[in-house]
């Protein structure tokens, strides 16, 4: 397992989205289903942004993404997937469903290093222990939840990591399950579709590459999430 993060780093992009679809009332995470495809849509969307990795299409059409050669994340989940698409540019699903499974844990131990989610044992009938995910009283997911509904309730222009994060919880159908946070209406689905699909408003000059990498990760995690079955 890759080694927990020192305290002064900052949280990566799929940590906040684990965060966001942790549900704090029944210590689960919405859409587990699916949620190995989503972590790792956050993982290459964070790759983007920090211009880790570059994206092309293929002649048939399909996007492939592959690591920026001098370009190694210093966090060791994003180190191990950049090292995946090393060399030879990979089909964004081929590499999802290679990294995806791995997350949950790693991601998870960070997410519970920073205290932002804590483990608590409780005994079931007074005898069984059993260990229980709940909110570790910071303020991180509260923050996360008024960025997003800052973009999609008041209209906020959104950065691109915000984005990133809206996207990925629309594309994997989670973002009902975060109501009453994040109010269910049409004005919020059509904006939110928006966001999915890639468009994320004028940003500066400087972020228009990673931008467009980022928008286009997401774009294509969306689609995969449309191939896998839900339950």
């Known amino acids: 397992m890759p080694e927990r993060p020192g305290p002064a780093a900052a949280p990566t992009l799929a940590?906040?989205?684990?965060?966001?679809?942790?549900?704090?009332?029944?210590?689960?995470?919405?859409?587990?289903?699916?949620?190995?495809?989503?972590?790792?849509?956050?993982?290459?969307?964070?790759?983007?942004?920090?211009?880790h990795v570059r994206t092309t299409?293929?002649?048939?059409?399909?996007?492939?993404?592959?690591?920026?050669?001098?370009?190694?994340?210093?966090?060791?989940?994003l180190r191990?997937?950049?090292?995946?698409?090393?060399?030879?540019p990979r089909g964004v699903?081929?590499?999802?469903?290679?990294?995806?499974p791995q997350l949950r844990g790693p991601l998870l131990e960070n997410v519970v290093a920073r205290g932002d989610?804590?483990?608590?044992?409780?005994?079931?009938?007074?005898?069984?222990?059993?260990?229980?995910?709940v909110d570790g009283g910071t303020s991180r997911r509260a923050e996360l939840a008024a960025g997003v509904r800052a973009v999609l309730v008041d209209g906020a222009?959104?950065?691109?990591?915000?984005?990133?994060?809206?996207?990925?919880?629309a594309g994997s159908g989670t973002l009902p399950q975060l109501h009453p946070e994040i109010p269910w209406t049409t004005p919020v689905i059509t904006r939110a579709h928006d966001l999915?699909?890639?468009?994320?408003?004028?940003?500066?000059?400087?972020?228009?590459?990673?931008?467009?990498?980022?928008?286009?990760?997401?774009?294509?995690t969306t689609y995969a999430l449309t191939l896998l079955p839900r339950g």
């Open 15 to 51: 940590e906040d989205l684990l965060l966001l679809l942790f549900q704090p009332g029944s210590g689960t995470f919405a859409g587990e289903n699916t949620l190995f495809y989503v972590l790792a849509g956050g993982v290459l969307a964070d790759l983007a942004l920090g211009g």
């Open 57 to 77: 299409r293929s002649p048939g059409g399909n996007v492939r993404v592959g690591a920026v050669e001098g370009r190694e994340p210093s966090d060791p989940v």
């Open 80 to 88: 191990s997937a950049w090292a995946s698409v090393t060399g030879k």
């Open 93 to 100: 699903q081929t590499v999802l469903a290679a990294i995806g």
């Open 117 to 133: 989610i804590r483990r608590e044992t409780r005994k079931i009938l007074g005898f069984f222990a059993r260990t229980a995910l």
């Open 157 to 169: 222009e959104p950065t691109p990591r915000v984005a990133a994060l809206v996207g990925l919880l």
């Open 196 to 220: 999915e699909v890639g468009s994320w408003g004028a940003q500066a000059a400087g972020e228009a590459v990673a931008r467009t990498v980022t928008a286009t990760i997401v774009n294509s």
